[in-house]
């Protein structure tokens, strides 16, 4: 059943926590992460991710990641239409890291170009995760196509991703970010802080000991204060997650979350790492 007749939907990447799709009435698609012959649905339930970081550091080949094909970017938008939305709104991970946006772009030529708008967030993980929240927060209160798309702009305008890499050994493998890789040389000790911008992954700081990316990574996140949403991302480093949390906690709002960061982004990034996704307040100006 269709809560809205603007429906929102997006790709696993956005790291939006089930409970939270759920009531928010957001469609998901799940990429893939393929482990050797085996292609495993990027959806929370076929791949569990605690386990699969904990195996990852010992697999004897690295693992690889995909996005949703054509056909399945045109059922998922057939199914949406078929439960009652009148149009889309489908939000992702951004064109110039990925192939998610052209295979969703494919689909809804199949499903109905006219009912579909597609855009590209420009972000990963939970900073795309703020824009489907918002988005869908708007839908459900019957807001129309062109309001629903002004929101999506302001809130990326104004939301930050920023993390910290534990190791460069994941990025060099996959060979996904080779630009990252090739701006930071051979220094594979180092811990990169990076942010998300425009779609392109930037390195903004080069430490060699985790407690000064930490403490950059603190700045930048209160640089971004007066906070109206915060989640702490982490690469099966819970722990380490919310001891930063607890380090920012007198800017953090009362419902920050901590996220597990997806495998198909994790893939690339390794365990170890962790980060954050804001939006300032005043994205509502």
């Not at 239409?81 to 149009?87: N, S, T, W, Y």
Request: charged fraction near 25%; include cysteine.
């Amino acid at each position: 059943m269709i809560s809205s007749r603007i429906h929102i939907a997006a790709d696993s990447v956005c790291d939006l926590p089930a409970e939270l799709a759920s009531s928010l009435g957001v469609s998901i698609i799940p990429t893939y992460v393929n482990i050797g012959e085996e292609s495993i649905a990027d959806d929370g339930v076929g791949l569990d991710r605690e386990r699969y970081y904990r195996e990852l550091p010992r697999m004897a080949a690295q693992p690889t990641t995909a996005a949703p094909s054509p056909g399945d970017a045109a059922a998922f938008y057939q199914r949406i239409l078929d439960a009652g939305a009148e149009h889309i709104v489908s939000i992702h991970v951004p064109e110039s890291l990925s192939g998610t946006l052209n295979a969703m772009r494919l689909g809804a030529e199949t499903a109905g170009m006219d009912k579909i708008t597609l855009v590209d967030s420009l972000q990963l993980t939970f900073g795309i995760g703020l824009q489907v929240w918002a988005a869908a927060e708007l839908a459900l209160t019957g807001a129309g196509l062109n309001d629903i798309l002004e929101r999506i702009q302001r809130v990326r305008d104004h939301c930050k991703v920023y993390a910290i890499i534990d190791t460069m050994e994941y990025l060099r493998r996959s060979g996904r970010v080779s630009s990252l890789v090739a701006s930071l040389g051979g220094l594979l000790r180092i811990k990169p802080v990076i942010r998300v911008d425009h779609g392109d992954i930037e390195p903004i700081g080069r430490m060699r000991a985790w407690s000064r990316a930490e403490q950059r990574l603190r700045e930048l996140t209160r640089a971004e204060a007066p906070l109206e949403r915060l989640a702490v991302l982490h690469i099966a480093n819970r722990v380490g997650a919310e001891s930063f949390l607890e380090s920012i906690r007198d800017i953090a709002p009362s419902d920050t979350l901590v996220i597990e960061t997806t495998p198909t982004l994790g893939t690339h990034i390794g365990p170890g790492s962790i980060g954050v996704a804001t939006l300032n307040r005043n994205w509502r100006r």
